[in-house]
T-cell receptor, first 113, second 115 residues
Framework: ETGVTQSPTHLIKTRGQQVTLRCSSQ?????VSWYQQALGQGPQFIFQ???????GRGNFPPRFSGLQFPNYSSELNVNALELDDSALYLC????????????FGPGTRLTVL | AQSVTQLDSQVPVFEEAPVELRCNYS??????LFWYVQYPNQGLQLLLK??????LVESINGFEAEFNKSQTSFHLRKPSVHISDTAEYFC?????????????FGPGTRLSVLP
């Protein structure tokens, strides 16, 4: 059984650009959540997707958007990048019927210059 | 809304000594409680969780945590730490009224085990 994978591992962008981060859920998982972890802080909930629809959102502006695909993989898109968007972005998937369990990927380190 | 406080940002401890990492939470509803560990340049790994039942929960690598409802705490303990326990530890709460979308993490405690 493969775990949660994320790509790319590292990414450097400039202010104003757009970025897409990808996540492949663990087999048998149908819910995916995205988190932003700034340096020295705990993860902050961005949003969650279930059955290809957004199922909850944290305190992030609309320029943070996402998609979930029929195979339960997911994308996080961020438009108009700002310097404060520099962070580790974590994807977590949950097994069917077990939303109290979240399995995290290794994250994508985004640096905005 | 929930919040999580981890009172110690850094905890240095010598190898084979006991350690306690403190976690307090605030919530108006019942919550589930979790401890996650993050090794350098890696994602978060679930260490242990409290969902219901016995208030003392244990992990496979010797950590334990006790849910104290009256003190709204979920402190993490280990009687004897190893160098390999050096990592960042995050306490989290989840309000499952919203189907798991309300995982709230604390700011983390960096545990440094010294030889």
């Amino acid at each position: 059984e493969t775990g949660v994978t994320q790509s790319p591992t590292h990414l450097i962008k400039t202010r104003g650009q757009q970025v897409t981060l990808r996540c492949s859920s663990q087999s048998g998982h149908n819910t995916v959540s995205w988190y932003q972890q700034a340096l020295g802080q705990g993860p902050q909930f961005i949003f969650q997707y279930y059955r290809e629809e957004e199922n909850g959102r944290g305190n992030f502006p609309p320029r943070f958007s996402g998609l979930q695909f029929p195979n339960y993989s997911s994308e996080l898109n961020v438009n108009a990048l700002e310097l404060d968007d520099s962070a580790l972005y974590l994807c977590a998937s949950s097994p069917i019927g077990r939303l109290n369990e979240q399995f995290f990927g290794p994250g994508t380190r985004l640096t905005v210059l | 809304a929930q919040s999580v406080t981890q009172l110690d940002s850094q905890v240095p401890v010598f190898e084979e000594a006991p350690v306690e990492l403190r976690c307090n939470y605030s919530s108006s509803v019942s919550v589930y409680l979790f401890w996650y560990v993050q090794y350098p340049n890696q994602g978060l790994q679930l260490l242990l969780k409290y969902l219901s039942g016995s208030t003392l929960v244990e992990s496979i690598n010797g950590f334990e945590a006790e849910f104290n409802k009256s003190q709204t705490s979920f402190h993490l303990r280990k009687p004897s730490v190893h160098i390999s326990d050096t990592a960042e530890y995050f306490c989290a709460v989840s309000d499952l009224r919203n189907y798991g979308q309300n995982f709230v993490f604390g700011p983390g405690t960096r545990l440094s085990v010294l030889p």
